[in-house]
């Protein structure tokens, strides 16, 4: 049987499009402000990928650039006029910060009902008790994903490999909700796991966000699983013009004819994340609009 590739640039278009006709019926279009410290240039294209999609959707938004020796109270300043700022109704600071500044404390300054990425403690609390307002990003787009495919989850066996806030440990949680979009059994792998493969290799579906070129290969997933491949790593390619070229944490061209479906790098999970991001964003906005704020 054919290999299904799970692309997600045709379900971010759909997505896109709603989210457009849905802005010309809103009396105002949603706002996203992103705050962008220093100068790492995977940043700066993540960024400018987001900045496209407020375009297509017509959204208002904002790129505020700090240079990297900023100050932890600059930034601070900045979240605070943000959170206070009407026009505004998701913020999102691009990560990773600068080392110099403290994530966890910027982070938790974020107004959690305008953290569209789901990263506040307020937010992945919700998650963990079971009523999710925001979800972050990555792991609500996959779900959306395997949705749009047709692959069940309910009853399946998943093992994550990462796990990360941003995208391992809440699609754990998300996957082992009650519900049609969960109720799958999880095991949560981590650089600490004994036995990788075995777990890998005896699970229905499998979901790397290790970041780790083609770290997992034909040992570590079985025939007929299906395969989400999170990971988006640069390596060298000396056959192409730019010298490199993005892989992801599987080995595609070794697993692609064995798997009954896998997403490919790039142009799988990465077009999902951001369509979640002006979801999200556009959510704030009726709840925003509902509480008077
Ligand atoms: P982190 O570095 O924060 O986490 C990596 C996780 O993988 C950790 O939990 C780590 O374990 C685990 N890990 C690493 N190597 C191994 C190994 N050999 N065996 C088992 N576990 C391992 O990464 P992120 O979660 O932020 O990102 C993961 C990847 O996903 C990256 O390539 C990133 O670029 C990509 N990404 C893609 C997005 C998209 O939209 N497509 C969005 C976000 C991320 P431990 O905790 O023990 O250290």
């Known amino acids: 049987m054919e290999t299904l590739l799970l692309k997600g640039k045709p379900v971010r278009d ?29 940043s700066a294209v993540y960024v400018s990928h987001k900045e496209k999609g407020c375009r297509e959707v017509g959204f208002h ?46 982070l938790l300054r974020v107004d959690p009902r305008k953290d569209v990425d789901g990263f ?10 079971g009523s999710p307002r925001f979800v972050s990003c990555t792991p609500k787009g996959i779900i959306r994903l395997l949705e749009h495919y047709g692959i069940q989850l309910p009853g399946k066996k998943v093992a994550i490999v990462g796990r990360s806030v941003i995208v391992g440990r809440p699609l754990a949680l998300l996957l082992s909700l009650k519900g049609p979009s969960g109720n ?3 095991t949560l792998c981590h650089s600490g796991t004994r036995d990788l493969s075995a777990i890998t290799f005896s699970s229905d579906i499998v979901i790397a966000a290790m970041g780790s070129a083609r770290a997992l290969g034909e040992m570590e997933i079985a025939p007929g699983a299906v395969v ?3 990971g988006i790593n640069r390596i060298e390619a000396p056959d192409r013009k730019s010298g490199t070229r993005l892989v992801g944490d599987v080995n595609f061209p070794e697993v ?26 556009w959510e704030a906005m009726l709840r925003n609009m509902d509480e008077g704020i």
Not at 65 to 87: G, H, S, Y
């Open 61 to 106: 938004h904002e790129t505020h650039k700090l240079p990297c020796e900023a100050t932890q109270d600059e930034v601070i300043r900045l979240v605070d006029k943000l959170n206070a700022d009407d026009t505004i109704d998701g913020i999102l600071i691009q990560l990773p910060l600068p080392a110099s500044l403290d994530q966890d404390r910027i």
């Open 184 to 186: 799958a059994t999880v």
């Open 228 to 230: 989400v491949d999170v």
């Open 14 to 42: 759909q997505i896109l499009e709603k989210l457009a006709e849905q802005v010309r019926k809103a009396p105002r279009p949603p706002g996203l402000a992103v705050i962008l410290v220093g100068l790492d240039p995977a």
């Open 256 to 281: 692609v004819d064995r798997v009954a479906a896998i997403t490919p790098v790039p142009g799988g999970v990465g077009p999902m994340t951001i369509a979640m991001l002006l979801e999200n964003t």
């Open 120 to 129: 506040h403690p307020e937010n992945l609390g919700r998650l963990v008790a």
